[in-house]
Each structure stands twice: as structure tokens, then as C-alpha cells.
């Protein structure tokens, strides 16, 4: 079981970029995902969230300017990012709730992380 980001580059203030993630593996269903970030020197923080049903929550520091969205038969979850400014350059990290065929419980899994550049 894992989750592959995808994604990340470097980019001029003001632009946008859009990454991917996928699940994969023996996974029977997917729950809850989220995008995580983590800036040099600092602790990685929840950026955005989004349920099964698509539902979503952003952090204020992204509100207006993020979309998080999901395809649940592709087990893909996607952040849109417009208008980056460079505090928002970080490696961002997918993360999602899985329950695995065969068990009984879902249990959290991470992604590998895609940096993200936003510089002139």
C-alpha cells in the first residue's frame, strides 16, 4: 500500500500548480484525505482535508487561493494551488485513512512528499 505524490516544480509568485495523489495497493476504501506541508525548519501542518463525501476544510492561510478536491474510483485526491506566494513553498505531503481488505480497521498512511518552489 502506498501513496504517490506527484506534482511539485518550481514556480514564480502568482502562478498556480496543481498536485496528485494516488492510493494504491489492497485498499477497499478510502476515507478521509489531506494535504500536509512542511516548510524548511518547521513542522509540517494540515493544509487542506477532504471526506469520502467531499467535504472539505482548508487552513485560513490557503482560503481563496487552494481547491482540494477527490475522485474516489481513482482513489486520487488533487490540490489545486492559484496565486502561490513564496511562504507557501514546502514539501507537501498527501495523507489518507485506509481500510484495507482484510482488516478491521483503516489506519492513517503517508505519501512521499513533492517540493513545492515558489520564487522569482
Known amino acids: 500500500v502506498q501513496l504517490q505524490a506527484s506534482g511539485g516544480g518550481l514556480v514564480q509568485p502568482g502562478e498556480s500548480l496543481r498536485l496528485s495523489c494516488v492510493a494504491s495497493g489492497s485498499i477497499y476504501r478510502v476515507n478521509i484525505m489531506n494535504w500536509f506541508r512542511q516548510a524548511p525548519g518547521k513542522q509540517r501542518k494540515l493544509v487542506a482535508t477532504?471526506?469520502?463525501?467531499?467535504?472539505?476544510d482548508l487552513a485560513d492561510s490557503v482560503k481563496g487561493r487552494f481547491t482540494i478536491s477527490r475522485d474516489n474510483a481513482k482513489k486520487m485526491v488533487y490540490l489545486q494551488m492559484n496565486s502561490l506566494k513564496p511562504e507557501d513553498t514546502a514539501v507537501y505531503y498527501c495523507?489518507?485513512?485506509?481500510?484495507?481488505?482484510?482488516?478491521?480497521?483503516?489506519?492513517?498512511?503517508w505519501g512521499q512528499g513533492t517540493l513545492v518552489t515558489v520564487s522569482s
Open positions: 477532504i471526506t469520502r463525501g467531499s467535504a472539505t
Open positions: 495523507n489518507a485513512d485506509l481500510l484495507l481488505y482484510g482488516s478491521r480497521n483503516s489506519r492513517y498512511y
